[in-house]
């Protein structure tokens, strides 16, 4: 179908791409200019964030970047499967939390459990999921002048030969953006009825559980398993390692972690650190149990009608490996440099199939980091250091070193910590740190009204690290990340003499302030 001089709006588009996701021999979507044979600056294989994002950088700076999608819309898995619908179901597992610990109390109406379900919210993503595909498509197209195939797969057939819908393009370079797909574990049981991933769940989920066993210590796991236990599926996590001190998060303050899983437990989760799935147990060919060995050598089932899979994602690199023999390092990604290219010259990758974290700001700034290489620019993009995020019932936020970190590289370490770690203090009782987002806890169940700590050298003065356990604090680690990790840092001083938009989500201002006089400074 050629809609290179159609002007769909988001409606036509989203009708569009509902009937292509509904009908497998759908026919490809084409959005081309009318030159024959052109030999464009870069083909991205792949429309995700990091193909859309780095083809737009290069049509704006005069490149001519072509887009393949297998799926008919751009954006890839995140809007589709993967962080759209995990962020709204971690926004109503807070709105949950708030509802079922002040049920009956205040304003709030006794909470009724038969209305908090899994499945009715899988329904409303699947509903509106569609509003972000024809946004981007129509974006990409009529404000971006990208042009894109959709609803093709690519074949690669040498670094600069690509085919799809049955025509064949040629380009200057590759860039490889195909994702990544979930990994499961290597039980057996997993083929029965009742098991999901993060991608079958809102795909084809067809029941409410009601006792769910999460395989796997990840994000994802924590992510999920926070809303099934909020919607009232009783929820065991089974990690082979304890929750945040996995390989894939970095700086996890060990005060920050013991708050977010003992609130997790708090909320009757029930956590098995250390513990190794044996098997995937059924009846009738329906999951009825899991098999675990515990941390203390003991063997158990766990009763369940829900497994829920959360062991990580793999890049999608075995044709591209085939075609152009790409090297793939120990970790399962392709391997590429700073510059984003990999061992065959003309070919990059990016987004999800490289090392690093699978987050969206190094999909996005990996692709515009190949794009501005392909255009003649000496970038590179280093992503050893990032802020961090999760959420549970809470908004989970830190960047930089750890208090453990901290001391270990430094003389002199100071911290500034809320509710203040002072013995005798009664800190469980104490209404702080009364912060945007958690004033009814702070006033009504003040142990669960979050957490919050900096890390400070106590020598230059130099903010090390930040870690915030509440609300609404997100948005400003990311310009935490930015001050801190510039040339000249970010001291105390400078942080306590910002302007505070009082009642701020975290108090990081405001403490630095009390103590930036001191010249030599100390605990608070």
Not at 83 to 95: M, N, R
Not at 355 to 369: I, L, N
Not at 377 to 392: G, Q
Request: hydrophobic fraction near 40%; charge should be negative; charged fraction near 25%.
């Amino acid at each position: 179908m050629d809609i290179r001089d159609q002007h769909l709006n988001l409606g036509e588009w989203n009708e569009l791409i509902e009937q292509s996701l509904a009908d497998p021999d759908s026919e490809p979507l084409f959005n081309l200019e009318r030159d024959e044979n052109p030999v464009y600056d870069a083909i991205f294989v792949g429309g995700g964030a990091g193909g859309r994002f780095g083809s737009a950088y290069m049509k704006a700076m005069g490149g001519r970047p072509l887009i393949i999608d297998a799926w008919p819309f751009l954006g890839g898995s995140c809007p589709h499967q993967a962080c759209v619908p995990h962020h709204l179901f971690s926004e109503a597992a807070e709105e949950l939390d708030r509802m079922r610990w002040f049920s009956d109390e205040l304003f709030f109406p006794k909470f009724d459990a038969s209305r908090a379900n899994i499945l009715d919210l899988v329904k409303l993503f699947l509903a509106g999921r569609g509003s972000a595909h024809a946004f981007m498509n129509w974006q990409t197209k009529e404000q971006l002048d990208v042009e894109y195939i959709l609803n093709a797969r690519a074949t690669i057939i040498d670094k600069n030969t690509v085919t799809a819908a049955g025509r064949t393009f040629r380009a200057r370079n590759l860039v490889l953006g195909m994702g990544a797909r979930p990994v499961n574990p290597d039980i057996p049981g997993l083929d029965l009825r009742g098991v999901y991933d993060f991608v079958s769940l809102v795909e084809d989920l067809d029941y409410e559980p009601t006792k769910c066993v999460i395989i796997g210590g990840s994000k994802v796991a924590m992510e999920y398993g926070s809303f099934f236990q909020a919607t009232g599926c009783d929820t065991t996590i089974v990690s082979r390692s304890p929750l945040m001190r996995t390989k894939a998060l970095h700086h996890v303050d060990e005060d920050l972690r013991q708050y977010v899983v003992g609130g997790m437990r708090k909320r009757g989760m029930t956590i098995l650190e250390e513990a190794v799935p044996i098997s995937v147990n059924g009846t009738n060919g329906t999951v009825s149990s899991v098999t675990v060995r515990l941390a203390s050598g003991e063997q158990v089932d766990l009763e369940t009608d829900f497994v829920f899979l959360g062991t990580g994602e793999r890049p999608n690199f075995a044709q591209a490996q085939e075609a152009l023999g790409i090297e793939v390092g120990p970790t399962g990604r392709v391997v590429a440099n700073k510059r984003m290219q990999t061992n065959v010259p003309g070919v990059y990758a990016i987004g999800d199939m490289i090392d690093g974290p699978m987050e969206m700001f190094k999909a996005r700034k990996s692709g515009v980091t190949a794009a501005r290489n392909i255009m003649g620019e000496d970038l590179e993009f280093d992503f050893t250091e990032f802020p961090d995020f999760l959420h549970t019932t809470y908004e989970v936020t830190w960047v930089g070193l750890t208090e453990a970190e901290a001391r270990a590289a430094h003389d002199e370490v100071i911290i500034i910590q809320m509710p203040p770690y002072v013995e005798g203090l009664d800190t469980p009782n104490l209404p702080l740190p009364c912060a945007e987002g958690t004033m009814l806890y702070a006033f009504s169940k003040p142990e669960l009204s979050g957490f919050q700590k900096l890390v400070v050298d106590g020598e230059t003065r130099k903010v090390l690290g930040a870690h915030h356990v509440g609300y609404g604090a997100k948005d400003a680690f990311q310009y935490l990340d930015h001050l801190i990790h510039r040339p000249e840092g970010l001291t105390i001083d400078s942080l306590g003499w910002m302007n505070e938009l009082f009642l701020n989500p975290e108090h990081f201002v405001q403490l630095s302030r009390l103590r930036a006089g001191k010249a030599k400074l100390v605990h608070l």
